[in-house]
Structure formats: structure tokens, C-alpha cells
């Protein structure tokens, strides 16, 4: 998602600090970082990581598809399997009916049909083919600004994690709260994270809101 799909939805980061050797550092990053295939034997569902920009299958990261100085140009990508509740649900009860059958019982414990359970629910998603999510990322290194086209609190916290770890960037959202922390000092933050809404009305507003809260 992005501007390369005709997305205008993002959220700015200002980058607080980023390796002298950027160009160098975030390639090897992007190699670093690549999004890999999900781990069903370590027990998850889902992988996140870096791909190209306008290929979110490719991972290989070269200069040449992820430099344009003063821009840097790649993918977020978030993949997810997901196995249908419905359909989980006949084949638990497909696999409970040929386990008794086996066993000739009539009944099984229901720790051992949670155990069951989870085995079809493994090997439903060895077989299943993972949504993928790819998030457009624009970094100008000449003004500092990243922008990740995303608005999604959990896209977001993923990328923040991965920035640090592996590019070696520290952002800070360009909201309201980040300006704030940018520009003012411990006690005027905490005043402003005190003002009340009536602050910001204007002069004679008070009244007006005064006369409508009374009628």
C-alpha cells in the first residue's frame, strides 16, 4: 500500500539519528531485514520484514532498486496465514471421527482433542498461501523525513521495531505529540498535556459554549 498504489495515507517520521554511511548501512539492512518465510514449526502465523519497493516478492536488495540519493525507496511487507474458522472446524471433526474409528471409543478427552486440534490447524496452514500486506516507505535523507504509507497502529509499531534493529534508524512521528516533544521543554509539555479543549476556542467562545450547555 502507498503511494504507489494511489494511497495518500501515511504517517511522517523525522529521523533523529541514521548511520554516516547510510547508503552503505541501509542495504545491507534491507538484506538483513528481508521478510522470510513463516516458521510454522516455531508455533507462528505471521512474518514481517523489508522487500523491494515496486516488487514486494523480491527480496534481494541491490543498490540499484533501493538507493536513488536523496531517496530511499523500499517495502514493508506483513504476512499473515489464516485458516477459515469454518472450515477448521470440519476438518477437527473429520479427524476426531477417524481417531475414534481407529480406536474404537466412543469419546475422547478433551485434552487430547485440543492436542488434535492443533495438529489439523498445523497442517491446514502448511497448505495455505499467506496474505501478504506490502506498505510503500519513502525515506528523504536530504530533509530527513520518512514516510511510511501506513495509518495502521500495528504496521506502524512493526516498522519502528525493524527501522532500529536493522537500518539503525531512531524516528519520531511528525504528530501533534511529536512536535510537541520537539519543540518544548519538559514543563511546557506537561502543561500542554493538561490544556483543556476550551483552551483552544476563540476569544468569546466561552460564553456562546456556556449559553448552549444552559438551553
Not at 545491507?28 to 507462528?44: K, M, P, V
Not at 469454518?86 to 487430547?112: C, H
Not at 497442517?123 to 519513502?138: E, F, H, K, N, Y
Request: glycine share 4%.
Amino acid at each position: 500500500m502507498g503511494f504507489n498504489q494511489n494511497s495518500i495515507s501515511y504517517t511522517t517520521y523525522e529521523v533523529l539519528q541514521a548511520p554516516p554511511d547510510w547508503k552503505e548501512a541501509v542495504v545491507e539492512g534491507l538484506r538483513q531485514g528481508r521478510i522470510y518465510a513463516i516458521d510454522i514449526d516455531a508455533g507462528r502465523d505471521k512474518a514481517a520484514g523489508f522487500a523491494v519497493f515496486d516488487d514486494p516478492l523480491n527480496t534481494e536488495f541491490e543498490p540499484e532498486n533501493c538507493v536513488f540519493d536523496p531517496l530511499v525507496l523500499f517495502s514493508f511487507r506483513m504476512d499473515k496465514l489464516t485458516v477459515p474458522a469454518s472450515t477448521l472446524k470440519l476438518y477437527i471433526r473429520r479427524r476426531v471421527q477417524e481417531n475414534l474409528a481407529a480406536t474404537r471409543r466412543e469419546k475422547m478427552p478433551r485434552q487430547e482433542r485440543d492436542e488434535l486440534a492443533e495438529m489439523v490447524r498445523t497442517d491446514l496452514l502448511r497448505r495455505a498461501i499467506p496474505a501478504i500486506s506490502g506498505t510503500d516507505v519513502v525515506w528523504d535523507t536530504a530533509s530527513g523525513r520518512l514516510r511510511l504509507f501506513s495509518t495502521s497502529a500495528v504496521v506502524c509499531e512493526e516498522f519502528l521495531i525493524r527501522a532500529r534493529e536493522f537500518l539503525q534508524l531512531e524516528l519520531r512521528a511528525m504528530n501533534t505529540v511529536g512536535v510537541l516533544e520537539r519543540y518544548l521543554d519538559e514543563r511546557d509539555l506537561h502543561e500542554a498535556y493538561h490544556l483543556l479543549p476550551a483552551t483552544f476556542l476563540a476569544p468569546g467562545a466561552n460564553g456562546i459554549v456556556r449559553q448552549k450547555e444552559e438551553f
